[in-house]
């Protein structure tokens, strides 16, 4: 199993352009979560998503969209990029409740800057 | 969500015993306690979670006492390959789902 995957890896915008970040798992985990992780800090929940056709807002929605159409796939969207939103994008997964093992499984990351 | 406090740094040496605390005054009744691992350009890795007294598996042990309001990582005998930020979490897990509050971390670094 490749686990979670993030494409791209890395991607240089400039500001006003748009562009998506794609994640995929290969779990069937049925809940999907999108992060932001700025230097020196912890990472923020932008988007979430528990299951295929549904999504919700975390903590920092503001700028992004999502959609999760396939419920391997989870994409983010920016619209209209802006330089705040240089940050590292990381993507995770999870199954079910397993209480004393309900871990999220995270992608490698996606390191964007927007200038 | 429960907000967590934590050291912001920690040093030791290999082969020591690391315990890292963590604060977390405001726990619900339904909330979990969750250690993640994060090595530089990596994402998180779950370590460990509890809901109450010891869990321990292969790689920590985790101690919570009886009233829940702080927990403690231990990681025994520490090597290089260790140094990283671990997170505390709490999450409710009757929500389906963890809405996961990552907090700064604790940066540890193993020295030689």
């Known amino acids: 199993n490749a686990g979670v995957t993030q494409t791209p890896k890395f991607r240089v915008l400039k500001t006003g352009q748009s562009m998506t970040l794609l994640c995929a798992q290969d779990?069937?985990?049925?809940?999907m979560y999108w992060y932001r992780q700025d230097p020196g800090m912890g990472l923020r929940l932008i988007h979430y998503?528990?299951?295929?056709?549904?999504?919700a807002k975390g903590e920092v929605p503001d700028g992004y969209n999502v959609s999760r159409l396939k419920k391997q796939n989870f994409l983010l969207g920016l619209e209209s990029a802006a330089p705040s939103q240089t940050s590292v994008y990381f993507c995770a997964s999870s199954t079910t409740k397993r209480p004393g093992r309900d871990e999220q499984f995270f992608g490698p990351g996606t390191r964007l800057t927007v200038l | 969500l429960a907000k967590t406090t934590q050291p912001i740094s920690m040093d030791s040496y290999e082969g020591q015993e690391v315990n890292i605390t963590c604060s977390h005054n405001?726990?619900?009744?339904?909330?979990?306690i969750t250690w993640y691992q994060q090595f530089p350009s990596q994402g998180p890795r779950f370590i460990i979670q509890?809901?109450?007294t010891k869990v321990t598996n292969e790689v920590a042990s985790l101690f919570i006492p009886a009233d829940r309001k702080s927990s403690t990582l231990s990681l025994p005998r520490v090597s290089l390959s260790d140094t990283a930020v671990y997170y505390c979490?709490?999450?409710?897990?009757?929500?389906?789902?963890?809405?996961?509050?990552f907090g700064t971390g604790t940066r540890l670094l193993v020295s030689p």
């Open positions: 979490l709490v999450g409710d897990m009757n929500t389906g789902f963890q809405k996961l509050v």
């Open positions: 509890g809901y109450k």
């Open positions: 998503s528990v299951g295929e056709g549904t999504t």
């Open positions: 405001n726990i619900a009744t339904n909330d979990y």
């Open positions: 779990m069937n985990h049925e809940y």
